[in-house]
């Protein structure tokens, strides 16, 4: 039996040469009317903190945040102040994991609630909420 080996070239020449499809006019009025949503939500980059394991080695936890905030003119200076947010977390997470000791869980409900203290600190006013992702110790 012979197979047919150039399949693959003749399919990227077919689905290269197809025309894509603008959206017509219809389309675009229709999303010119729609109105955006302001943007409650944004997410910062995982905080990693060393600890210490149950068998003396160190290990790492990572923490994924986000914060959500519902006026538009805080939101503005958070996105501005995620810099100093990250640092103000990442000091939290590596006290708190310092003082951790080797093979226990860790009490996330503290931890969120000193987030939110740093948060509204970074910030100068309350009206944010700290939001945690998943805590992983590896």
Not at 32 to 40: F, M
Not at 80 to 100: E, K, N
């Amino acid at each position: 039996m012979r197979r047919f080996r150039s399949l693959p070239l003749v399919l990227a020449v077919v689905l290269s040469a197809a025309p894509l499809a603008a959206p017509g006019p219809a389309m675009a009025a229709k999303g010119a009317d729609k109105k955006e949503a302001p943007k409650t939500y944004f997410a910062l980059a995982p905080i990693n903190a060393v600890v210490m394991r149950r068998d003396g080695r160190r290990g790492v936890m990572t923490l994924e945040t986000g914060l959500e905030v519902k006026d538009p003119e805080l939101m503005k200076r958070a996105e501005a102040s995620s810099p100093r947010l990250r640092a103000a977390f990442a000091q939290v997470m590596m006290i708190y994991a310092a003082g951790l000791r080797g093979g226990t869980a860790p009490d996330m409900d503290y931890v969120a609630r000193e987030l939110q203290k740093a948060a509204d600190q970074v910030l100068g006013k309350p009206g944010s909420k700290v939001l945690l992702g998943s805590a992983l110790i590896s």
